[in-house]
């Protein structure tokens, strides 16, 4: 049966690294180089974990000095081998990066390659987040949401299981943008609290995002800003932090954002 390479399966995140540390069999090595040419989601997924080849060793040398090992190595122990393990003539070693990534979660500041982590800011309105979200957001393209289910029950559903876990009501009709259709509502991770992100796929201009955290700073006014080439509009009421993100025009992106601002405070 011929298998088409554009609409397959989006590697896993454990695959591409064993790609990148040439861990993998000729034949599945040849499959994940063909994806990696042709398919957009592939490439900028295997570019963003490529980055892990930079030298990371001098910025996590004093948290490898000062881990807890004990528990590092246990934890270690139970993750597969194609992630940790790592010839020793590369200096520090994945499974060394590892470790420091582990540790990091452990003071509440990083995440492994399986999630989303966000990092630590002593403030909700540090750019920090936002700047994360708009990196993440910018290795979506349309196929990444294009064949997600978009019907009513799942996504009140979805957003059922935002809102429990940010403590906040949101309603479909209350999130819907139009003529842009709602494709999925997740619950990411900021800092070690929730963090909503309902996505969207705009016809013309691509994937857009609503995200949502949890705060504690006050209101603040709808402000705007840029990142990776996207429109950002970011404001917060008493309990929480918003941002509307997309290629749509500044103009276009502040009368969405304040719909969805006006029908949330409702």
Known sequence: MMVDLKHAEMPSDEMLVAFLDGELSGEERARIDRLIKIDEAVTARYEFLSRSEMAFYDAFQPLLENAPTAKLEAILGGLP?????????????????????????????????????????????NDDWRAVVAEYLSLYTPDTLANLDSDEQSQSAQLQNVGDALGLSLPLQAVSLPGIPLKRAQVLQYDGKPLGQIAYLDPEHGPMALCIVQSSSGPRSPQTERRHGMNVVYWSDQTHSYMLIGRNTADKLNDLAEGVRTALTA
């Not at 499974?95 to 999630?115: E, Y």
């Open 81 to 125: 081998a194609s992630i940790t393990d790592e010839p020793a003539s590369r200096g520090l070693s994945r499974r060394g990066f590892m470790a420091a990534a582990i540790g990091l979660v452990f003071v509440g500041v990083a995440g492994d390659r399986g999630f989303m982590a966000f990092k630590e800011s002593s403030s909700d309105h």
